[in-house]
């Protein structure tokens, strides 16, 4: 049986703004790197012999102040199954300026929402298909070796990992606000 740590990425300037990131890029912020050291430190402890990440900075940033502790990790897989969602037109935009052109409704719908995809963006219903994916192929690979796998990923695809790993319902992923000092720990 294999253990997964799963954690988000540390603030990032557009996380900071207000600002839709979905795909783009935005580094983390010194706060973002300082939340990424806790992180690092909260799992010093730890055994982490392999690491997964998406191919955004902000998360890759993140992990290597986790990894920092780990030098028995040898192995880090860039897999964008555990990308963030995209927010299509949305990213890039500041939260606000959606507001005011859409509405607070739409807005929660698009930011909070189930089943509600930004224009040309994802859902988290659609992000769920993704995670779920990468769930079964992690557990495929690995659970039946005694890893500790890092993970580093972003505020919704944690979501779905959670929704999926502790059986949650739809409302409570909505809800859920994922923090940036926090591990999640789950057994495969």
């Not at 897989?77 to 037109?89: A, K, L, P, W």
């Not at 930011?111 to 994802?122: A, I, K, L, T």
Request: contains cysteine; charged residues 30%; glycine residues 6%.
């Amino acid at each position: 049986m294999s253990t997964l740590y799963l954690f988000r990425h540390g603030q990032s300037e557009y996380n900071l703004q207000k600002i839709f990131s979905g795909w783009l890029d935005p580094d983390l912020t010194p706060l973002g790197v300082e939340q990424a050291k806790a992180l690092g430190l909260l799992l010093k402890d730890k055994k982490i012999d392999l690491a997964y990440t998406s191919s955004l900075i902000r998360a890759k940033k993140t992990l290597d102040q986790v990894l920092a502790f780990h030098p028995e990790c040898k192995q880090t897989i860039v897999d964008n199954r555990i990308i963030e969602r995209s927010y299509g037109d949305l990213a890039g935009k500041k939260h606000a300026e959606v507001i005011d052109i859409y509405g607070v409704d739409q807005f929660q719908k698009w930011h909070r929402g189930w089943s509600d995809q930004p224009p040309h963006g994802e859902s988290f219903a659609d992000v769920q298909v993704r995670v779920k994916e990468f769930i079964k192929d992690i557990r495929h690979k690995y659970s039946h070796q005694d890893l500790g796998i890092a993970i580093s990923a972003h505020g919704n695809s944690i979501r779905l990992f959670r929704k999926i790993m502790e059986k949650a319902s739809e409302e409570e992923v909505c809800s859920w606000d994922i923090p940036y000092d926090k591990y999640f720990e789950y057994k495969i």
